[in-house]
């Protein structure tokens, strides 16, 4: 048998705890919607997966597409549900994200510069020119990369995909040819009257660059598969089904005959298992699952990024035609309302900034991905003719993350 994690000690599930039915349906939101326990039902049936996932309160369906295979499926799902994707024993685990620091944001943006310290001089050249695809990222850097962006505007502490069900569709049509870029931005740091700092970012420099022309659809012949299912095994529970951690480890007893001590505060959480399992399998993916649900969140804060961000400028000047940032450290208010005229506004808007007040102005660059998908921003009606006509206003879906 495979060692096991040890686990707080709490709750012994055979015959100290007791689960009884109730015909009461569960609060809206603290179990996943018949919509959203459909797309995994159906992810598991069609790419024939074992599946152990740690679902947030809410899950947000979509149309999955066969067509962009198993890995890059599973890659968006974890994604939209804010969850890390590992493999244990052939089981596809997706269970609560490691953080390295307090706030998902910072979290977000340190993993965001480690990945382009790993490029390659080639791939990095490839990032500003907006011809690198994030298929030619290491398998956990793509589901990373992804997860971090989906989830980068949200709050810090939701724990839920913002984003409507077309943006996942989206990139479920690209796959693992979604065009990344790299683009440079002015940052203003503010100053705030209690000593606190707020960044904010020329968001506008990637739309005035132009977006990239709609990337091939489809997977890379190069992705290798998942691993399937076995079947036949002892616990098995098919296309999947929502439950809760005590209903699962009820069920893993009266199969095993085995008994599993775990910390009594989550039993009520709720996970969806699909696939069968041996004993080994099962107990190996549970201690996986509940171990890394227990962790204490990260406390830290992050570190400034000043000087990876001061050294990937210089990389870049080096290999590339990238446009970097050229303002004095201090600038006043007036100095960028000609060249910024949105974060001008938005500065004297939020902050309530006068044209003297003093900013700090710094290198930042913005890591984003898109998957052409053409996203209807309003609509707009005129007259012509004595005739009246609407029109869309579109945009090219952009996701990113700004540091």
Not at 54 to 70: N, Q, S, T
Not at 201 to 226: I, N
Not at 375 to 381: A, F, L, N, P, V
Request: glycine share 6%; charged share 25%; with cysteine.
């Amino acid at each position: 048998m495979m060692t096991r994690l040890q686990l707080m000690v709490a709750v012994l599930i055979a015959g100290c705890v007791s689960f009884g039915s109730s015909q009461t349906p569960p609060a809206e939101g603290n179990r996943a919607s018949s919509e959203g326990e459909s797309t995994l039902t159906a992810i598991a049936q069609t790419f024939d997966l074992a599946m152990m996932i740690d679902l947030p309160e809410r899950v947000h369906g979509f149309e999955i597409k066969k067509e962009a295979g198993a890995r890059w499926t599973l890659a968006v799902l974890s994604a939209s549900l804010d969850r890390q994707w590992i493999e244990i024993d052939g089981v596809q685990l997706m269970t609560r994200p490691e953080r390295k620091f307090k706030s998902r944001l910072d979290t977000g943006r340190r993993d965001t510069m480690d990945l382009l310290r790993s490029l390659t001089d080639d791939e990095l050249r490839r990032a500003v020119d907006g011809t690198l695809t994030i298929g030619e990222l290491p398998q956990e850097k793509q589901a990373q990369l992804l997860r971090n962006a989906l989830n980068w505007r949200g709050s810090k502490t939701t724990s839920f995909n913002p984003y409507p069900r077309e943006t996942l569709e989206a990139f479920l049509e690209t796959a693992g040819t979604t065009l990344l870029r790299l683009d440079s931005l002015a940052k203003f740091t503010v100053t705030l009257k209690d000593g606190r700092t707020t960044d904010s970012y020329d968001w506008m420099a990637p739309a005035k660059k132009g977006y990239p022309e709609d990337p091939a659809r489809g997977l890379p012949s190069t992705q290798p598969d998942v691993t399937h299912a076995v079947h036949g095994r002892a616990l098995d529970y098919g296309t999947g089904k929502v439950v809760t951690v005590g209903e699962l480890l009820i069920a893993a007893n009266k199969t095993f005959d085995q008994s599993f001590r775990i910390d009594g505060r989550v039993l009520d959480a709720r996970v969806f298992v699909s696939g069968s399992y041996d004993l080994d399998t099962f107990q190996s993916t549970i201690d996986v699952l509940l171990h890394l649900r227990q962790l204490r969140r990260a406390t830290d804060q992050a570190g400034s990024l000043d000087d990876d961000i001061k050294e990937l400028a210089k990389r870049l000047a080096r290999i590339s035609d990238i446009e970097l940032v050229r303002l004095p450290e201090r600038v006043a208010m007036h100095d960028i309302v000609e060249a910024y005229p949105t974060i001008f506004k938005l500065l004297q808007r939020r902050f309530g900034l006068a044209d003297y007040d003093l900013l700090k102005a710094s290198q930042g660059f913005v890591l984003s991905m898109f998957p052409g998908y053409t996203q209807t921003i309003g609509t707009r009606t005129f007259t012509l003719d004595g005739k009246q006509y609407t029109t869309r206003e579109l945009r090219r879906l952009q996701v990113g993350i700004a540091f």
